[in-house]
């Protein structure tokens, strides 16, 4: 059966910039663009803004902000919004822009919900695309995802004494290891081989906390099975998962959740589509104006691409400065930009 058609509703929604993507980088575009007086829209495939900060590893600590020596990443998120309120940005959430097109002076976007939006310049800040998680290819687990069976984590407390299993070798497994070793009442850590692919620190953190009998390290082992109750039609109630040795031994360990980082599979989707100069799932860019091919069209963070360049937060906040200051032209033709710094300018529509 082909899918539907969407039509986007009669009601379009029009701002001088149309931000793809909500994370980090697109809600610091939101800063940059309303420092030069320039109304904005983000979208965004997730149903919150943070991007992967906020869903991934809202608890997770950054080091690299300039000037700041530790926050999480639900703090980044929660400071660059308290940041880019005073310009009262419009956020169309839980959808996916399908479709790009040029209509006179405007760039007209369409989502998957049938929202029509419109802007003078886009700039997409998509990071590595729509995401979702590898499954392990466990029979029934969708009956415990959710409640049991988790590929992302929140917040620490729902897992307070808890029975977790962490499966996984690289630093979302080790690093949720460290953080839920005070809060658990047990941990288990499955991995298919000796050596972690985490940074060398954290495992050896972990090692010094499985030597100290906080954390069991099951080791090589493998996920075989999940074991529970069925509660309804649709779910289940965890009780153990089950693993396999390499040798082909079995375990069972009791466990009331399950925590499973096996990577994430992402994809540009209908961008891919859009003749942006797309390669290797990166948009290539001019560095000096992150322009794609498109005039009007920029790219920022994780999803632009240019000879040596840094895949950091960081470097998206640059990044997103240079568009900012780019699209002012096409926003605003023929008007002269006059630069000033913040501590000259101040925020627009708050006292000095």
């Not at 392990?136 to 407390?157: C, D, F, K, Q, T």
């Amino acid at each position: 059966m082909s899918e539907p058609e969407i039509h986007g509703s009669d009601e379009i929604h029009t701002s001088d910039i149309v931000i793809i993507g909500a994370g980090p980088v697109g809600l610091f575009s939101v800063f940059q663009c309303g420092m030069l007086g320039m109304s904005c829209q983000l979208v965004d495939a997730l149903p919150a803004s943070g991007g992967q900060c906020a869903a991934l590893y809202p608890e997770k600590p950054i080091y690299d902000i300039p000037a700041v020596p530790q926050l999480n990443a639900a703090e980044l998120i929660d400071c660059l919004e308290q940041q880019i309120a005073p310009f009262a940005p419009i956020f169309h959430l839980d959808q996916q822009v399908i479709e790009l097109q040029r209509v006179g002076e405007y760039w007209d976007l369409l989502t998957a919900a049938g929202k029509s939006l419109r802007g003078k310049a886009i700039i997409i800040a998509a990071g590595v695309g729509a995401f979702g998680p590898n499954r392990p290819p466990l029979a029934n687990i969708e009956r415990y995802e959710g409640r049991h069976v988790h590929y992302m984590v929140g917040e620490r407390e729902q897992f307070r004494d808890q029975r977790v299993v962490i499966a996984g070798g690289g630093d979302s497994a080790v690093d949720w290891a460290l953080a839920l070793v005070d809060v658990a009442a047990k941990i288990y850590v499955i991995h298919r081989r000796e050596r972690f692919r985490a940074a060398p620190d954290s495992v050896d953190k972990m090692h010094a906390l499985a030597n100290a009998g906080k954390i069991e390290l099951v080791i090589p082992y493998q996920l075989a099975g999940l074991e529970g109750d069925k509660t309804s039609a649709e779910d289940s109630t965890l009780r153990a998962v089950l693993v396999k040795h390499l040798d082909g031994t079995e375990r069972r360990l009791e466990a009331d959740h399950l925590l499973a980082f096996f990577g994430l599979a992402s994809k540009l989707g209908p961008i891919n589509n859009w003749n942006l100069g797309i390669h290797n799932g990166g948009i290539a860019v001019d560095p000096t104006t992150c322009v794609t091919e498109l005039p009007g069209v920029y790219a920022v963070g994780d999803i632009a691409m240019y000879p040596h360049k840094l895949k950091l937060i960081l470097t998206g906040f640059a990044e997103a400065a240079q568009a900012a200051h780019a699209a002012y032209t096409v926003v605003n033709p023929g008007k002269a930009l006059h630069f000033q710094h913040s501590t000259t300018s101040g925020i627009p529509g708050l006292e000095k």
